[in-house]
């Protein structure tokens, strides 16, 4: 029997153990730094297809239909006066059992440990050094030593692991950006609502079947190193309220009245893709490469990276990043792009953005290129 060790205890570490979980040539152990496992988050996140496919694979399809939502559009805003400028039907890349998927990171989370027995989780332990070897000896912060023949790192963007294996500054870089992440208890609102505006984007969906709403906004911002490094900083009021008070000046939509439990997080993004020689070691999910949030496949691509790791593992080959680099690329020059042209600010160019806007949102050729080939795929 061969044992893996799962460093991290969000979303792609899970999915990875669950697909561990009936086959019985594999052990596995997941380490955990945290003493609990957070389930009371309540921001939403997007699944496109080619993550609900996999997560089908899992029992997925079982979850309780009150805990998800189907949304069937993207619709675009000018933020300034609310004017819709179009919609995009994203129910045409659904097939009969896998659907674009809204929820809540809390209630994923929640059905992915449902699978696994509490005694896989390690709790309060950390890695200290890694020796590798026939058997990858691992070091851990409860004075252990623990010998396996995989090592799984899934411990996010600000992955201490990547660091400790790779042996060098792995640290994500400040996007110039932050997010504001709330809640709208509920809205009559039935699909995904996105708002473009100068140096700021919005959106808002629903997370289930309650009509319970997300809020994210996503918003260019510089600090200077001394700033960011301030552990205070974002979770200080005055800067919320700033903040809010800057993007209800920009929309005429009504958000103040409707928000709760927002806060602010500071985006990083990976640098570049690390060229990864370790024997028997995978990093997926935001420890592998973090994307910026805007093309809502965080989350998805967590799964998919998991899932290729594990057939790797399984199948005894050594494709892996050299599959997770090609769809790294096409995913983070989309990211990108949109980022750019969701927070344009000058008139001129706001003007040809609607223009084009419209235009492809309707051209099924330049739809099939730009999603299809990463929510089918």
Known sequence: MKKVAIIGCGISGLYFANLLENNELYDYTIYEKKNQINLTDAYGIQLSVNSIKLLNEIGFKNIFASKIFFPNKVNFFEAKNCDKICDIDISKFNSKNDRYTTIKR????????????????????????????????????????????????????????????????????????????????????????????????????????????????????????????????????????????????????????????????????????????????????????AFPPSFAQGASQSIESAKHAHDEIVNNTKNYYKKRRSRINQVNFRSKLNYFVFHLSNPLAIFLRKIFIKYLSKNKKFLQIYLGKIYKN
């Open 106 to 289: 809390s209630a994923l989370i929640e059905f992915l440990l449902s699978n696994i027995p509490s005694n896989k989780i390690k709790k309060n332990t950390e890695l200290n050094s890694i020796e590798n070897g026939e058997k990858i000896k691992l070091h851990l912060s409860d004075n252990s030593i623990e010998e396996f023949d995989y090592v799984v790192v899934a411990d996010g963007v600000f992955s201490k692991t990547k660091k400790t294996i790779l042996k060098k500054d792995t640290s994500p870089k400040f996007f110039n950006s932050i997010a504001l992440r709330g809640n709208i208890k509920s809205g009559d609102i039935s699909d995904i609502m996105l708002f473009l505006g100068s140096d700021f984007h919005f959106v808002i969906y629903p997370v289930n079947q309650k009509k319970e709403l997300n809020f994210i906004s996503i918003i260019r911002k510089k600090f200077n190193k001394k700033d960011i490094l301030e552990e205070n900083l974002f979770k200080s009021k005055e800067l919320l309220k700033s903040l809010m008070d800057e993007i209800c000046k920009k929309t005429t939509f009504k958000l103040n009245a409707k928000l709760e439990n927002i806060k602010i997080f500071p985006i990083y993004v990976s640098q570049k893709f690390e060229n990864y020689n370790q024997k028997n070691v995978y990093f997926i999910g935001d420890a592998l490469f």
